[in-house]
């Protein structure tokens, strides 16, 4: 067994530099707007390349709905109930608005989204928050003649066609302004953005999922959560040989999990005890870490389980391994784990009430 | 194991069935709009908004459980879009910006309008001076495909036959006419806004260059003693086109002096202010020239009396000044 401080004193500067890149990665991507309310919420900013495929695809809708302009007028002139001057007049008006106001009609009727940003998730907020104005929707999509139609017309008719060195310079120019903006800040805001005070969002959706401290969590009940908590008991079949004995009335749920033996009665035989001093090893990023560790499913899950409760039995130089190398065996996994989280959870979230915050293992 | 039982564990219990109630009611609207909800479901969405707010203060202070933040922090956010995303009905929104906020933005731009028109009738003037001084200048500033047979080797007859010509095939293209100068002009006018955005230099370019086309016309037109037939024959349309062009200018004028001068504000924000401002002075605009694409295509056909031209543009170009000098003053925004 590698003793703990080995392990720390190696890894700990590109580790603690990994962990502070982590965090910081993620306060780059979100921004806090205030309610009225008074709480600040957060919201995520949409990758540029989400962003890129709404407006694709509201470019594809664009140019269905142009196509099915020009097939209705077609179709009415064909059958007489049109005659080719209103066919004309209709035609240009239709084209107008189409292509000038598709983007403003549904980001006005749908609350900032559109068609494509709908299907890609993603929403238009103000900047301050409150009501997305509808002067700001006009400033956003107003600017889109020059920022994207233009540009793209350039670049498919072939930019630089019998316009002289400078005017191919300027037409090059022109399309890198607009189409890397959002490149170049934080933000990821295009042109038309900056000036109407928005950004772009993706639609937050998260589900609630079960508390990982609850008791029950071994017996398989029917409360309507209990699909979302089979992953804990997957425990691989040839693992599970060595195990304890596997219940029967033990239910998988998770979707593509087949195995899961983990007997009800057998995890509360098992108890682990913590001291604080063991439990002050760890802060509130290794706690939301071994968070996903838990809740995590899939073919490698024991495995990444079992290894991490190794990892911490180590770490904290907890004497508890059944094993002959004095490491957990598989039946201790999940128990370990679990109260180790709970014990964790609990002495952070007690310092933290006394207004003590303990970031992570460096804090 | 009581001992075990977390204080975050309870207060999850506790709130749980709020946060549920005010999900399903959120996943309603957004998969099929405010409408959808019950009046018992709209009495309660914001109740359980703000109860789900202040879940989410006390999860922030209490709970370490990353899945309740990461929910309870979606959640709120959802739901406020839905409390505070929704805007009142369309009519309403079109009156207030009718008779409030176009009027409202067009005086907050007064002097980039002012620029515009100076810059406008400084161009006009000029192709109008170098016109009557050497005729040879019209071919140089008005390209053939604009001058529609109106060149200096046209005879007066020829002109005054453009001007009061009865619409071409009766009455049955003007429709066609004045749907192509509206989407045309308002193209150009929505154009003419982002150009802004170039420091409006490219604006300064465009409004004197079409000041100089019309003088270079009227020009031509006096020197075949046409003037006041010409003049009237824009009238008609040209009040209205003409101060929906220079608005359109002049939002692009602001857009540029954001970028260039940010005042008192930083520039982003200086922007945001500017940009909102003058992208509401163009959709105005666009309602305009579709005004002015009515009586272009339509009136100017039809009515082929000179005085009357006169009266009708001088009518129009009267109430489109009252109309932003007066309307919506003193009212409350919103």
């Keep these: 067994m590698a003793s703990p401080a080995a392990t720390t004193a190696d890894g700990k500067k590109p580790a603690e530099r990994k962990l502070l890149g982590a965090v910081q990665e993620k306060a780059r991507q979100t921004r806090l707007i205030s309610t009225p309310e008074g709480v600040q ?23 269905l709905a142009l196509t099915g302009v020009i097939l209705a007028l077609g179709g009415l002139r064909l059958s ?16 107008f608005l189409i292509q000038n106001f598709y983007f403003l009609f549904f980001e006005l009727r749908w609350q900032g989204r559109t068609p494509g940003k709908k299907i890609m998730n993603l929403r238009v907020i103000d900047r301050r928050g409150g009501t997305l104005s509808a002067d700001a929707v006009f400033a956003r999509n107003l600017i889109r003649e020059v920022e994207l139609f233009i540009p793209m017309l350039l670049l498919l008719s072939g930019a630089g066609s019998g316009l002289g060195a400078w005017g191919t310079l300027f037409q090059w120019l022109w399309i890198g302004v607009f189409l890397f903006f959002p490149f170049f800040n934080r933000d990821r805001m295009r042109v038309g953005d900056l000036i109407a005070g928005t950004w772009v969002v993706v639609s937050p959706k998260a589900a609630l999922l079960s508390d990982l401290s609850e008791e029950d969590r071994y017996s398989p009940q029917t409360s309507p959560e209990a699909k979302q908590r089979g992953r804990l008991q997957t425990v691989p079949d040839a693992e599970s040989q060595t195990g304890p004995q596997a219940a029967p009335q033990t239910v998988v749920q998770t979707a593509a999990q087949t195995a899961a033996q983990a007997p009800p009665e057998e995890p509360s035989k098992l108890r682990f005890t913590f001291t604080d ?87 | 194991m009581s001992e075990m039982i977390l ?44 109860a789900t707010l202040s879940s989410l203060s006390v999860a922030r202070s209490i709970s370490l459980d990353r899945n309740v933040l990461d929910y309870l922090e979606t959640l709120s956010t959802r739901a406020y879009f839905c409390v505070h995303g929704a805007r009142g009905s369309v009519l309403k929104y079109l009156r207030a910006f009718l008779f409030v906020e176009f009027p409202e933005a067009v005086r907050a731009a007064k002097w980039h309008l002012l620029v515009a028109i100076v810059l406008l009738l ?20 008005v390209p053939e495909g604009m001058a529609g047979g109106r060149t200096p080797e046209a005879s007066a007859e020829d002109l005054r ?144 009396d000179m005085t009357t031209r006169y009266l009708i543009g001088t009518t129009a170009a009267v109430l489109w000044a009252a109309y932003f000098i007066l309307a919506g003053r003193g009212r409350p925004h919103g």
């Design chain 1, 277 to 363: 001093k063991q439990l002050d090893t760890y802060g509130i990023f290794e706690l939301q870490t071994l968070e996903d560790v838990l809740r995590r499913s899939g073919p490698e899950a024991y495995a990444v389980r079992a290894a991490v409760a190794n990892r911490i039995r180590q770490k904290i130089g907890h004497a508890s391994g059944a094993a002959p190398d004095g490491s957990l065996t598989p039946g201790q996994v999940a128990p370990f784990l679990d109260q180790f989280y709970k014990a964790l959870r609990q002495r952070l979230e007690a310092r933290m009430l006394l207004g003590d915050r303990k970031e992570s293992k460096y804090d």
């Design chain 2, 161 to 304: 036959a453009v001007l009061y010509a009865p619409p071409e095939d009766g009455e049955a293209m003007l429709h066609v006419f004045a749907s192509y100068l509206f989407t045309h002009n308002a193209g150009i006018g929505i154009l003419c806004f982002g150009l802004g955005f170039a420091l409006g230099i490219p604006v300064f370019l465009l409004i004197f260059y079409n000041g100089l086309m019309i003088g270079a016309m009227t020009g031509l037109h006096a020197t075949k003693g046409l003037l006041p037939d010409f003049v009237g024959w824009l009238f008609v349309h040209g009040t209205t086109e003409l101060l929906a062009v220079v608005l359109c200018a002049a939002a692009g004028l602001m857009l540029g002096s954001a970028v260039a001068l940010p005042g008192s504000y930083s520039r982003l924000e200086n922007l945001r202010r500017q940009g909102r401002l003058a992208a509401k002075v163009v959709v105005g605009a666009v309602l305009m020239f579709l005004v002015a694409a009515l009586l272009e295509g339509f009136a100017r056909q039809l009515v082929t």
């Design chain 2, 122 to 141: 400084g161009g006009l003037l000029a192709g109008h001076w170098l016109v009557v001084a050497n005729v040879d200048w019209y071919h140089s500033i």
């Design chain 1, 41 to 63: 919420v957060s919201v995520a900013l949409a990758d540029r390349g989400e962003r890129a495929g709404a407006v694709i695809l509201d470019l594809i809708f664009i140019g």
């Design chain 1, 80 to 95: 007489g109930l049109m005659t080719m001057d209103w066919v004309i007049a209709l035609g240009y008006l239709m084209f």
């Design chain 2, 7 to 50: 204080k975050s564990a309870v207060f999850r219990q506790e709130r749980e069935k709020t946060w549920q109630e005010l999900d399903a009611i959120v996943t309603q609207i957004e998969k099929k709009g405010v409408r959808s909800l019950t009046p018992e479901q709209c009495h309660r969405l914001p109740l359980l908004y703000r």
